[in-house]
C-alpha cells in the first residue's frame, strides 16, 4: 500500500473512531430541534421582527453575498480571496453561518424556524440552494467558512508538502461522502438524534468551543489538509455531498471547446479533481474559477491559439 493510501485511511479512522467515543465529552451548548423550535416560540412574542442588529446582520450578509457573486462573475482572483477570507472570519468565527447536516434534517422533518424571525437563515439557506442550481457549488468555492479556510491553506502551504493521492484511489474515495450522507440520514430517520453531527462534521471550530479532544481531532484533520489538499471537502464532508447532488440541476455548466477533447490544461488545473479528459463532474466542481479562467485565456488555451494562428495566416497573403 503506498504512503498516501495509509495516511487517508488512517485520518479517517482516526477522526470518526476517536470523535464517536470522545464527542460527548464536548462543551457545547447544543440543543434538538424540538427544542430549538419551542425556544423560538418562546420568544416570538417578545421580539421585534427585525432589531438594530438584525438589520445590521442582514446588511452585511447581503453584502457578503453580493461580494461572491461579483467575485464569480468577474472571474476574479483576487476578489474570490477577499471572499474567502470574510468567509472565514465573518460567516465562521463573528457569525457562525454555515450550512450544515442539521439543516438536512429540519429539511427531512419539513420543520423549519419562523421566517420573521430568521430571515438571514433564510437568506442563507435561499441564496445556497439556488446558487447550486443556477452555478453548481458555488457555496462550498467561496461562501463555506471551513471549505474556505482549508483552501487558504492550501494557497499559503509550500506545494512540495502536498501528497497527490493515486487516481485509482481519489476516483473512489470522493464516493465515500454520498456513503456517509445515506448512513447519517439513515441512522437520524431512525433515531432522530441531531447531535450526530458532531461526528461527522467540524464546522463546530467556529465555536471556539471543543473538548480538548475535539481539538486534537480538528487537529489531526487540518494536518491531514496539510497534505492532501481539500481533504474533508472532497472525500468526507456530507453537506458538500448533498450539494453535489443538487449540482446536477445546474443551468449554467461550464463550457467546453472541442479543443478540450484533448487538452489537458485545465484537468491539471483544476484542483478538485473534476476534470477527467473532455467530461467536468458537476458534482464535484466547486466553481472556482481556476478552468474558467484558462478558458477565456488567449495567450494559453490552445483553442484560442489555434484561432490566433488561423487568422496570422490568413493575414500573412493579405499583406500581398
Ligand atoms: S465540501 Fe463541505 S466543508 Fe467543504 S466547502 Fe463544501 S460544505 Fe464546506
Ligand atoms: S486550456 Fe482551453 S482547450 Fe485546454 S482544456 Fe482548458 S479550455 Fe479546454
Ligand atoms: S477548476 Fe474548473 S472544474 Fe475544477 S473545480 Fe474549478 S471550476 Fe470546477
Redesign the pocket.
Known sequence: MTRSAIVIIAALVCFFTVSGVFAQDGALPLISLSELDALIAQDKESQPILDQSGVVDLALLVAFLSLAVFSFLKKSKTLKYVTMVSAVVYMGFIKGN??SVVHLFALMEWSFPLFQYNITWYLLMGFTVVSTVLWG?L???RI?????L?QLMDRVLPSRWRVELPAWIDRRAIYFKYVLLVIVLVYFLITKDTLVYRYVEP?WMFTLSGSVVMWSLLAALLLTTVFIR?F???YL????AG?GLLSNLTVFGIKRWQECNTCKLCEKECEWGAIQGPKISVSEC?RCDDCEILYDDKARCPHWLMIGKKEAKREIPDSH
Open positions: 454555515l450550512v457549488r457555496y462550498c468555492g463555506c467558512a471551513f471549505g474556505s482549508t464546522f481539500n474533508y471537502c472532497r464532508c456530507i453537506v458538500g450539494l466547486v
